[in-house]
């Protein structure tokens, strides 16, 4: 499963870069994008389908190290941890 955090959530929306989804779709895995405490695990299958939109533009990296790369955004639907009964 390929990881990655989060740090803003935008409309409902979690955005992470064009990199994680091509490795995911290449390694035939899964993706788990995490935001603070939350986490949302996308199964290897449905890594292409879930994808709500593309941004419009490139964006750089925040160091400049990498390429300008597109932002693939996901509607934001954490898994629910179920908590122990007492």
Do not use: C, N
């Not at 990881?3 to 290449?26: H, N, S």
């Amino acid at each position: 499963m390929i990881e990655t955090r989060v740090k803003t959530l935008w409309q409902g929306k979690v955005g992470i870069r064009e990199q994680f989804v091509r490795e995911a779709l290449r390694l035939k895995q899964g993706l788990l994008i995490r935001h603070g405490k939350d986490f949302m695990a996308i199964p290897a299958g449905k890594v292409k389908e879930m994808i709500d939109s593309k941004s419009e533009t490139r964006f750089k990296d925040y160091f400049g190290m990498r390429k300008p790369e597109y932002l693939i955004y996901y509607v934001w639907r954490p898994t629910v941890k179920q908590g122990s009964l007492v």
